[in-house]
């Protein structure tokens, strides 16, 4: 199947899998999984609406070649996680190394002048173009692209503005409105006065506030921060590890608890994190018997029911 991008992320020789699924770089697995569900509803054979035989074919290309692919990278913690990774090195480079980037949509052009508003500014105009993405079958590569194209300054902006020495600014060229330029310049800033607590300090406690009062979701991003910051701090990977612990995510709890307790494991909170690994582990130990009998249900399930959907009687 021809993948005729060239906007965005896709512009790297990278398929942006978030811009397919039409859900935010910072999106985690239930809203990702939710975001799959509605859109292999629309395009699945069994329940697609679409009435031609080129249309529903079209749609069935569109669901096997690129939504499901999209999906089982995004739906794995490990995969997921290391995919986001390399969206934020190529985010810091590009800020880092003044890239000039040509954009083509108004809603990329409009993030990118948004200011210290763009977390906002990016999820807003994510969900306009996500919420028809599907609809008109004609439209989809377009609006793919278009995602893209948001990702890609919302990166820029984003690791921009983690880096120490400097500060984004960007500006929109005053040439052709359909094709402007978007240039990140990072502007020497003076050296601050003396801080109360560094960024990174400020990031984990809003972290260690947010998983008090039971928000796992805010905590991974002021974490996501964090670690921008200074990437093999160990308290930072054990609240991560937490914060994960919380949704239910084992395997990526185990893999940042683990790191934590490598880097520091002496500190109280990765102790705490350590200890509260281990209790989840020895409580969710199966008997040969349960996962036998786990895997025979998923075997006989269909395709809605690996997603928790019922089979009709």
Known sequence: MPFPISQGLFKFDLIDHFAILGVSIDAEQEEIRERYLKIAYKLHPDTC????????????QLLSKLVNPAYEQLGRDLSREEFRLILTQMGKAMARDLSKITINSESARKLAQSGANHELAYQKILQSLAINQYTALENTYQKIAQLSELNLVYLILTEGRGNKKTTPKVFISQGNPRQSELVVAAATT??????KESPLEAYIRRAQASLDQNNPAQ??????????????????????GLA??????????????????????????????KRELDKVVNSNIEMPDQKEQKKEGERKGGFWSRFGGKKNK
């Open 190 to 195: 003076a050296a601050p006065a003396k801080a």
């Open 244 to 273: 994960y612990l919380r949704q239910n995510q084992l395997s990526m709890a185990r893999v940042h608890i683990n790191r934590a307790w490598k880097a520091n494991p002496k500190d109280a909170t990765v102790i705490r994190s």
């Open 49 to 60: 609406r679409l009435y031609t035989p080129a249309e529903r074919e079209q749609a069935h």
């Open 219 to 240: 905590a991974l991003r002021e974490l996501r921060d964090a670690l921008r910051q200074e990437p093999d701090n160990g308290i930072c990977h054990a609240l991560l």
